[in-house]
């Protein structure tokens, strides 16, 4: 079972995922940034959320609001290896 660090960031990454003020193809990425994380707690797995997170906060085509809701989300992740 998950613990609460992963369902948190999952939860997060979930809400910007309904976000409708999220461009689509962001959107999409979030969507196989989730199904990694809930595939597996592996190691290779999180490096590679946190890197596809990262190219996410640094598109100008995300508003300012996401971008702060990814950093958190990568913190966290970070805070787990």
Same mark, same amino acid.
Request: charged content about 15%.
């Given at each position: 079972m998950k613990n609460e660090k992963m369902i948190s960031i999952i939860d997060i990454l979930a809400e910007m995922e309904n976000d409708d003020t999220i461009p689509k193809n962001m959107r999409v990425k979030i969507r196989g940034t989730i199904n990694c994380l809930e595939q597996s707690?592996?190691?290779? %797995? %999180?490096d590679k959320a946190i890197q596809e997170l990262d190219c996410l906060a640094d598109d100008p085509g995300l508003p300012v609001y996401a971008k702060t809701q990814i950093w958190n989300a990568v913190s966290i992740l970070e805070s787990r290896q």
């Open positions: 707690n592996d190691c290779t %797995i %999180i």
